[in-house]
């Protein structure tokens, strides 16, 4: 159960009553807005909210509210988006599917009906909308169309992870889905390997070991990774180590899961340019794949096999 406290009630809707930054508790002041008010400020607006990744208790007050009182709601599946409605005691408005395939057709129904004056949620199966789901083509055509687009702030299954993982969360790069073709993959995280903020990635549970070999030979052995498995679930767990550990952790991989990854350290980064100026020089000898990849491999830590990968990703990538 979700309990609130009187300060905490307090706080919340000071935070709306005094947009000026303070320091003591909010002056109640009986003529100022309450959250209700300025959720109906502006009729016609459309609602993003977030719902559970797992867990029914994560379902805020005021998404509650709110998938209460719409007059409709657009969500990726009908089906699992009533089923968590009965779940959360919500009656069903109007629902309508709206997915990759016919987001636009459903921007028109939905801005028809914000210009009627209603007002409509949009929902993912789980977690945020828009976030490595549909929704984008329908926020930025509301937008277009000159309605309020308002968020409803939740779970979010790369936040979740990303806060209890224990790497740097002061810069982060959210990538979500790689392609699912292994060389398109490859070439993704080859391309990622210089950057130095820590990387979110989700990915199907199928292709977690997949995954992670090729991280580890992409992004490093030694870089530090934590798989975030069921989140907000009865079996939740976090696998920390680095990418070498990881891929060959004796872990179940059924249930969902996000990985991240620590950004490229100083070390490595000045190891690689050294690596990137090796393969320019050999490059330059004009020798047969074969050979090229020994030389490498003998000049560097790399094994023959990383050191023709290497060279193989280098000759792709400067022939696109
Ligand atoms: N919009 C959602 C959000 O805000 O997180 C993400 C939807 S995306 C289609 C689904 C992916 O999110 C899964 O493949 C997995 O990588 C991640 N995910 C969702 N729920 C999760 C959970 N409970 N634990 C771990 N990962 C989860």
């Not at 028809?112 to 993912?124: C, M, P, T, W």
Request: contains cysteine; aromatic residues 4%.
């Amino acid at each position: 159960m979700i309990m609130m406290t009187e300060d905490m009630m307090t706080e919340t809707s000071g935070m709306i009553q005094t947009p000026e930054p303070r320091s003591g508790p909010a002056p109640l002041d009986p003529k100022s807005r309450t959250i209700e008010e300025h959720d109906e400020q502006a009729p016609g607006t459309l609602w993003l909210i977030a719902v559970p990744i797992g867990n029914l208790e994560d379902i805020t007050l005021r998404a509650l509210r709110l998938l209460r009182s719409v007059s409709l709601i657009a969500c990726e599946d009908t089906r699992t988006t009533r089923q968590l409605l009965k779940l959360l005691d919500v009656s069903p408005p109007k629902l309508i599917s709206c997915h990759e395939h016919n987001e636009m057709a459903r921007s028109r129904e939905i801005i028809d009906l914000l210009e009627s004056g209603k007002d409509v949620a949009l929902v993912s199966d789980a977690g945020t909308p828009s976030v490595s789901d549909p929704g984008y083509r329908v926020v930025s055509q509301v937008i277009e169309a000159n309605f309020a687009v308002s968020p409803i702030p939740g779970p979010c299954a790369a936040i979740s992870a990303l806060c209890a993982s224990g790497l740097p969360t002061n810069r982060f790069r959210f990538v979500g889905f790689l392609s699912s073709k292994g060389s398109a993959r490859r070439q993704q995280l080859a391309d990622l390997s210089s950057a130095q903020e820590t990387l979110v990635f989700y990915e199907s549970p199928y292709r977690l070991e997949k995954f992670l070999s090729d991280a580890a030979e992409l992004l490093g052995p030694n870089r530090l990774a934590v798989v975030a498995r069921e989140l907000t679930k009865r079996y939740e767990e976090f696998r920390r180590g680095t990418l070498a550990q990881l891929v060959t952790y004796p872990g179940v991989n059924r249930g969902e899961v996000v990985i991240l990854v620590s950004g490229q350290s100083e070390a490595e980064r000045i190891a690689s340019t050294d690596i990137e100026s090796l393969i320019a020089e050999i490059k330059q000898m004009n020798v047969s794949p074969s050979v090229a990849a020994k030389t490498l491999s003998k000049r560097s830590h790399l094994s023959r096999k990383e050191a023709y990968d290497l060279l193989r990703l280098h000759s792709d990538s400067n022939s696109d």
